[in-house]
């Protein structure tokens, strides 16, 4: 693929000539150390909420939520009416961060533009578990790899 030029001879990018939107699987993504649960709104899974719940309650301070945009969750209630309106993101999709047998964050898919190719991954928590661990690293690749590289999804750019 030669890459298009714009008038003053600078590479822009590519055309996608066969380029088809599609519809994108929200399945369980696994890696090494991590496993992502895809939440569907509908089918909150208490024993989730409250393993989530549990590393919440493990955070040393408020800090977790300072790029977060809503306050502080404040009971396991709380917590489920989020899950089931997705964060109030319309549009996205978010998946639970399982290690071992903990649910130890979140993380969601949000602004999908399958038309445009885009993904972005935002909504991002991490509990004290998973600051700078291998699995926080990992979470991101899965992402990445599925919805970037992953010829099938057809996705040309992800967003952070």
Not at 89 to 100: M, N
Request: hydrophobic share 40%; net charge negative; charged share 15%.
């Amino acid at each position: 693929m030669r890459p298009i030029l714009n008038k003053f001879a600078q590479p822009v990018g590519v055309l996608l000539e066969s380029f088809q939107a599609c519809q994108l699987p929200f399945n369980v993504e696994k890696g090494h150390s991590v496993q992502l649960i895809p939440i569907y709104p509908e089918q909150i899974d208490p024993k989730m909420i409250q393993s989530l719940w549990q590393s919440i309650q493990q955070e040393p301070d408020a800090r977790c939520w300072t790029y977060l945009p809503y306050p502080p969750i404040l009971d396991e209630a709380e917590l489920t009416t989020y899950f089931q309106n997705a964060f109030h993101f319309a549009g996205a999709f978010h998946y639970a961060i399982q290690v071992g047998e903990q649910f130890v964050g979140w993380v969601g898919l949000l602004n999908i533009r399958p038309t445009h190719a885009v993904i972005e991954i935002g909504n991002v928590y991490f509990s004290q578990a998973m600051k700078q661990s291998t699995a926080a690293t990992e979470t991101i690749y899965l992402f990445i790899a599925t919805y970037l590289f992953c010829s099938r999804l057809s996705t040309g750019r992800v967003e952070m």
